[in-house]
Nanobody, 123 residues
Framework: QVQLVESGGGLVQAGGSLRLSCANS????????MGWFRQAPDKEREFVAA????????MYADSVKGRFTISRDKAKNTVDLQMNSLKPEDTAVYYC????????????????WGQGTQVTASS
């Protein structure tokens, strides 16, 4: 059973940083590729970043490249998203997702989703 729980969202001034974490109810993420997505009001869910189950390969949306970093912390059993230089347009609910068979930016290919955590970057 995969039950994803995000944490770390909040309110920050533009230019600030936040670190999001995604945990699997105490179980490991072994064998799962992981993705972070976000959804702003009245917009479709969009890809942010993804990482393979080994943690050796990752990809990013162009809008966050160079500012966000996805990583796996095997000691803590989490998948984290470090967000630096936040902009007002980064404001959204952020979701983590897991897939056994897919690594990439398409949300429809992910099997499991968390409930989301709100990130607000104020100008």
């Amino acid at each position: 059973q995969v039950q994803l729980v995000e944490s770390g969202g909040g309110l920050v001034q533009a230019g600030g940083s936040l670190r999001l974490s995604c945990a699997n109810s105490g179980r490991t993420f072994n064998g799962y590729s992981m993705g972070w997505f976000r959804q702003a009001p009245d917009k479709e869910r969009e890809f942010v970043a993804a990482i393979t189950w080994s943690g050796g390969v990752s990809m990013y949306a162009d809008s966050v490249k160079g500012r966000f970093t996805i990583s796996r912390d095997k000691a803590k059993n989490t998948v984290d998203l470090q967000m630096n230089s936040l902009k007002p347009e980064d404001t959204a609910v952020y979701y983590c997702a897991a897939s056994r068979r897919y690594y990439g930016p398409r949300p429809s290919e992910y099997d499991y989703w968390g409930q989301g955590t709100q990130v607000t970057a104020s100008s």
